[in-house]
């Protein structure tokens, strides 16, 4: 019986080539590259929501919120496209992001153990995340994760803190417009 073999690791240099022209956007983990899924039009429409929610706070602090299609490396070795991020010092390159105090994932079946489990420990280390927030698209709860204790807090209403923005997030602002009965 053959031995199945793992893929040889890729430098972070091909790995961005590689983004560059391929039709399937990548995650990048110390080496491994892992395709990403497409979203749903309730994923889409949360995604949406938040950013919207975020863009004034993120503006009058000198930020910007960026959606799904941006690169953000919360640590050298790791990339991810997020649902949303905000960064305040721009810094990076035009392709790749490194310095989002704010980063928000809406789960999903096929990326929540990734979203609650892998990149909750690579924000955590990364040294400008200070607020990781996990959005469900399913039932309303919104999930916080902020320095420096990374309390797991839950939030089905009322007003989410984001402190890098000196603002907060409500809860009905991400679901507005979303049936979950649909």
């Known amino acids: 019986m053959t031995e199945a073999r793992m893929p040889d690791p890729i430098t972070l240099t091909e790995y961005l080539e590689l983004e560059e022209t391929s039709p399937v956007r990548h995650e990048f983990l110390y080496g491994t590259i892992h395709a990403q899924a497409g979203t749903t039009r309730r ?19 000198g930020g910007q919120v960026y959606l799904q299609n941006v690169k953000f490396s919360p640590l050298e070795g790791v990339v991810y496209y997020p649902d949303v991020f905000v960064t305040c010092q721009n810094t990076g390159s035009e392709v790749l992001f490194n310095d989002a105090c704010l980063v928000v994932e809406v789960l999903s079946r096929s990326t929540q153990n990734v979203d609650l489990r892998e990149k909750l420990v690579q924000y955590r280390l ?14 309303a709860l919104v999930r916080v994760f902020q320095k420096p204790e990374w309390k797991d807090q839950h939030f089905t209403a009322g007003e989410v803190p984001v402190p890098c923005l000196g603002s907060s997030l409500a809860v009905s602002d991400v679901y507005e417009g979303i049936d979950f009965e649909a």
Do not use: G, K
């Open 43 to 61: 994923h889409n429409q949360i995604t949406q929501n938040v950013a919207f929610a975020l863009r004034q706070a993120a503006r009058s602090m």
């Open 126 to 139: 990364s040294p400008s995340v200070q607020t990781y927030i996990i959005v469900d698209q399913y039932h």
